[in-house]
């Protein structure tokens, strides 16, 4: 039978093994895939402010970007891509509290460049490569249309 | 209760049992909110309440552990804390950064990232906090007569998930590096570290309710915490498929992530193994029903429904839907918080000296809350697969979704409320065991 000193040594031995082989996968995805995969040279200043701004209203308190926040609103990671920049703009700076059928988004009125810096933001969120995230619908075409 | 000082831990407990309280009522103002009945949105906006349920969430599950060291390392050291002021600084400020924080969330003072709302320089304070916590476990450890794996392995639970809250300390430009390492913390703290603590509580519980051979229940602490960490850590994975990461984290987060139920199957198996061989029984047989009801739940909550949505393919359609809410609840519920107020259960008498085991609502207050726990499960559960068809395989739009989902959370607020019964009845039931007092402690 195993003993308490064998375990002890499966215990340890594991967790700084398998700890060492993460860390050493984890350098290599930062410094050599992360960039690639998320077009780090397109991250300009707007897109940080931008972050900035989304960070300090916790806009993840309520939307998924990325598929990670609260599940109270849509995912952004597609939004720009979905909604385009102008209706984005009038979302953020209108100053009347906004309810789209009925659900509310705080009503945020941004300025104009700040606006401009989230969108940004959003844009090259929806650029990056995501291995296949967010699915294509793909049982949609298996819904049968009734002939009118 | 042998030594004088383990009375700290009653604070501890009293802190828990009152933020719990509070993290339900934010759940029931967005369980509202999703019903569309959101009419504190100008006071408390959506982002506000979520921020607030999950922070005192994290709060009252480290009160918790924080107040079961205080309690089981002198006992198990056999000495005395080495400074009962000091845990009662350590005590204020945690609350006092707790209340500020909170308040914070209501006045737009965050940060966007889920879990670790708290802001930097609030950061800072929780580091100082946790450093006198750890130094006054440790000292205690260092001064102490005996050093127990029980012992040894809650401490090192508590000094990692310490080291790993520093990850998320630090600023990225990069969205994906932000989030890349804000797994560091959720994730290897709840699928790693806690586990160590867990298995620290469950062992010494066992070998006080079970009376079982200590050299047993310690030998197996070894192997389910080496399962944790070998699964674990790679398993980190399955948080890396869909943010921008590269592709062979599918397969390494598949497959580790896959095994970590192991970890919680061990648990489960070890403390009905141990309950069934010990031969003496400790008259406190609530606290034994939350120390197997934690063992068996968590295994269901992290180990089943974890698995149910680990698989790349899977979770390419569930991430990020009400099918991780599901698990969140069973998960935290089963393995962190059943744990705590099992600590609590077996320590109030101790520490009052109020040897009442099976006061008249103490078994309510245990079914109600895991038969209520159990339907909210089920409530997210039927939401989240509705969410996943209709949304993500349909492509149907997020509000018509979300419309179809509505009845689900009506059935949510009615499991909910058993569920909060049944915790106000645990609370008022601690409450009523009274202040610790010296007449409580054994003679030597
Ligand atoms: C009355 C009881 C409760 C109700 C009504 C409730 C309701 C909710 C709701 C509506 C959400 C937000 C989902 C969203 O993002 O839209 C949520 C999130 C969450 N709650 Fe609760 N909750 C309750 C108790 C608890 C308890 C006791 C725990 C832990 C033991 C817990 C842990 C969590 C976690 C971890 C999340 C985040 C889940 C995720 O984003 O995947 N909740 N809760
Ligand atoms: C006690 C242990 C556990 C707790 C408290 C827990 C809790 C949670 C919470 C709160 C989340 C949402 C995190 C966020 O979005 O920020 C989550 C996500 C997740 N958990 Fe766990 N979990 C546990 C164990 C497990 C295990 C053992 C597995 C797998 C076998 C697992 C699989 C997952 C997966 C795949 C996700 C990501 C869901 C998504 O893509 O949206 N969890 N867990
Ligand atoms: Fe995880």
Redesign the pocket.
């Known amino acids: 039978m195993l003993s308490k000193n064998q375990a002890r040594a499966f215990f340890l031995g594991g967790t700084v093994v398998f700890f060492l082989i993460f860390l050493g996968l984890s350098w290599h995805t930062l410094a050599r895939e992360v960039p690639k995969q998320t077009h780090e040279e397109n991250l300009t200043e707007a897109v940080v402010r931008g972050k900035q701004i989304f960070d300090k209203n916790n806009c993840m308190g309520c939307h998924t970007i990325l598929g990670e926040g ?3 609103a849509p995912e952004l990671t597609k939004a720009y891509e979905r909604k385009g920049e102008a209706y984005i703009k009038t979302v953020l700076t209108v100053k009347e509290p906004w309810q789209p059928r009925g659900r509310k988004m705080v009503a945020y009125a941004m300025s104009d460049q700040d606006a401009s810096d989230v969108i940004a933001f959003l844009k090259w969120i929806g650029e990056m490569d995501l291995n296949g995230f967010p699915p294509k619908p793909d049982l949609q075409s298996k819904v049968p249309v009734p002939a009118k | 209760m042998k030594y004088k000082s383990q009375q700290v831990a009653w604070w501890f407990f009293a802190l828990s049992g009152v933020l ?1 309280l509070l ?2 009522t934010y ?2 103002i ?2 509202f909110a ?1 019903l569309g009945y959101d009419g504190l949105h100008e006071i408390i906006p959506f982002n506000a309440a ?1 921020a607030t ?2 922070n005192l ?1 994290v709060v009252w599950i480290l009160s918790g552990f924080m107040g079961a060291a205080y309690f089981i390392i002198p006992d198990e050291a056999e000495h005395e804390l080495i400074s009962v002021p000091l845990a009662k600084l350590q005590f204020w400020s945690l609350a006092i950064v707790g209340v500020v924080a909170v308040i914070g969330f209501h006045l737009n003072w965050w940060e966007g990232r ?1 879990f670790l709302e708290i802001p930097r320089p609030l950061d800072y304070l929780v580091v100082a906090n946790v450093l006198l916590f750890l130094y006054i476990i440790i000292m205690t450890l260092w001064k102490g007569k005996k050093r127990t794996t029980t012992s040894l392995v809650l401490t090192m639970g508590l000094l990692f998930a310490a080291l790993l809250y520093l990850p998320g300390m630090i600023w990225f430009d990069n969205q994906t590096m932000d989030s890349f390492f804000r797994w560091w913390v959720v994730h290897l703290w709840v699928e790693g570290v806690w586990e160590l603590i867990m298995g620290g509580i469950l062992a010494y519980l066992l070998i006080k309710l079970t009376g079982v051979d200590r050299e047993v229940i310690e030998k197996w602490l070894y192997v389910i915490v080496g399962l944790t960490f070998i699964s674990g850590v790679l398993g980190t994975g399955h948080h890396y498929y869909y943010i921008g990461t590269p592709k062979y984290w599918l397969l390494i987060g598949g497959i580790f992530s896959a095994m970590e139920p192991l970890a919680f199957l061990g648990m489960a198996l070890f403390a009905v193994a141990m309950y069934r061989k010990g031969e003496k029984r400790h008259p406190n047989t609530m606290a034994l029903n939350w120390t197997l009801g934690t063992a068996i739940l968590s295994f269901v909550g992290a180990g089943l429904l974890g698995v149910a949505h680990t698989l790349p393919a899977v979770n390419l359609y569930t991430h990020g839907t ?1 099918v ?2 599901m698990h ?2 069973l998960a ?2 089963g393995a962190y ?1 059943m744990l705590v107020l099992g600590m609590i259960t077996y320590a109030a008498p101790l520490l009052t000296g109020r040897k009442l085991y099976n006061a008249p609502g103490a078994s309510y207050a245990f079914w109600l809350s895991n038969i209520g ?1 159990i339907g ?1 499960t089920t409530a997210f559960a039927a939401a989240g697969v509705t969410q996943v068809y209709l949304e993500r395989k349909v492509g149907m739009d997020f509000i018509d979704t979300q419309q179809a989902m509505q009845v689900h959370f009506l059935v ?2 009615g499991a ?1 409320t058993l ?2 019964t049944g915790i106000v009845m645990f609370v008022v039931n601690f409450f009523k065991y009274g202040r610790p007092t010296d007449e409580a402690l054994e003679p030597a």
């Open positions: 609260a599940y109270y | 719990l993290q339900i759940g029931f967005m369980a999703h979520t349920h999950k969430l889920k009400f991780t809410a969140g609840h935290f519920w918080g726990m909210m949510l607020i909910a569920f909060t």
